[in-house]
């Protein structure tokens, strides 16, 4: 299909005017359960179509910010789209109840949510007790009960309500007193 004859421009300054609406499977006309196949070849085509390179020679600077906006989007939809992770989380998210705000797969949010997982998964939070904490660790390996012990209660001095370390800190205690192997 050739966008650049003048008899699809008004259709395309009319998607680029509505695309924000679209989700990424509306994009790339897809549906939500395509291939990856069915995925690479809607993106291939749309953006061999579609391409700004192709519009250059064109006068008309409204079609071309137009293209340059479709172009963006369809880029966008693949580059998530083709990321298994992204794509599950993208679905959900479009197929939830805050469809709207949800269109555009926000990269700051993902990479919030996974700081904030890390987060959560860490045992200490302040930078003495992270480096206590591998210390720590090390000693366990190596069944260093006393000097695990030591550290964890330097470690219970950082992070006074830590209850991860308190609970360790008595496994290890029983353990340097031979009282469970």
Not at 47 to 73: C, G, N, Q, V
Not at 156 to 180: F, Q, Y
């Amino acid at each position: 299909m050739d966008y650049t004859d003048p008899s699809y421009h008004p259709q395309l300054k009319q998607l680029a005017a509505t695309i924000d609406q679209l989700d990424y499977y509306e994009i790339l006309n897809l549906q939500q359960d395509a291939s990856t196949a069915q995925l690479k070849e809607s993106y291939f085509s749309q953006s061999r179509a579609l391409h700004p390179d192709r519009f250059y020679h064109l006068p008309d600077e409204e079609l071309k910010t137009a293209i340059h906006k479709i172009y963006k989007r369809i880029t966008e939809a693949y580059v998530i789209l083709k990321d298994p992770q992204k794509r599950a989380k993208y679905t959900a998210d479009v197929n939830g109840p805050q469809r709207q705000e949800k269109l555009r797969f926000n990269e700051a949010a993902e990479e919030e949510a996974k700081k904030e997982q890390e987060e959560a998964r860490e045992v200490c939070k302040t930078p003495k007790g992270r480096k206590l904490w591998r210390t720590v660790e090390q000693d366990l390996r190596d069944e260093k009960w006393d000097a695990a012990y030591r550290n964890l209660q330097s470690i219970s001095l950082w992070e006074p309500g830590n209850p991860t370390i308190a609970e360790l800190k008595a496994t290890v205690d029983k353990k340097r007193k031979g009282l469970t192997k």
